[in-house]
């Protein structure tokens, strides 16, 4: 339902949550098009200066998410849809909190392990800057061609999100500017003070 309380350009639009003969629903906007998953499928890595358009929209639709309190902490490529144009709608709040709420949390992990900001591993609060660390782990994962933290399972990729830091990406690829590499990195630190404080 919070979901709904967004309003942006960059989000898909929620227009009803629904139950028919016992199973729930959801009708939305329909984007002709393609996540950003599929597209990293097809094409591996995305010029610098088009990762950086891509991910301005998505902080742009952010942004209006965390005005209203409202946390995504579920931003992964599957999550991202680009139309024909070249315009991001983010999908899926499904697991998306008030802010505020967040230091209720049952025990459970909610989230994707190579999209999730430590303090969601650890079941700490999460908040704005949760979502300004997967915005680190997409650029990465666009200007490089790869997942800023592989391994076999979900639980290798936590700890690894724990504790290690991901290798600079003008390390794997030179061509990427200084200051993008700095922007990455500055929204993978572990701690949430150190990250940008807002989107």
């Known amino acids: 339902f919070l979901a709904r309380k967004v309003t942006h350009k960059n989000v898909c639009r929620i227009h009803e949550f629904n139950r028919s003969k ?16 599929r597209r990293l499928r097809r094409v591996c890595t995305i010029p610098p200066a088009e990762a950086v ?4 929209q998505i902080c742009a639709g952010l942004r209006e998410a965390h005005v209203q309190g409202i946390v995504h902490r579920d931003l992964k490529p599957a999550n991202i849809m680009l139309d024909g144009a070249g315009n991001v709608k983010i999908m899926d709040f499904g697991i998306a909190r008030l802010a505020q709420e967040n230091a209720q949390h049952t025990g459970t992990i909610a989230g994707t392990p190579s999209y999730m900001a430590p303090e969601q591993v650890q079941l700490q609060p999460v908040g704005p800057r949760t979502d300004i660390y997967s915005i ?7 200007v490089v061609g790869k997942q800023a933290f592989e391994g076999e399972n979900s639980i290798v990729i936590a ?11 003008r390390e794997i690829a030179p061509e990427i500017p200084a200051r993008l590499e700095d922007v990455i990195m500055k929204c993978l630190e572990k701690d949430p003070a150190k990250r940008f404080q807002t989107i």
Do not use: C, D, H
């Not at 680190?136 to 666009?142: I, Q, R």
């Open 136 to 142: 680190g782990l997409l650029l990465y994962e666009m």
């Open 53 to 56: 358009s891509l991910v301005r």
């Open 159 to 169: 700890l690894k999100q724990l504790n290690e830091t991901a290798k600079r990406p």
């Open 22 to 37: 016992g199973t729930a629903y959801i009708s939305m906007e329909f984007i002709e098009g393609e996540s950003l998953l």
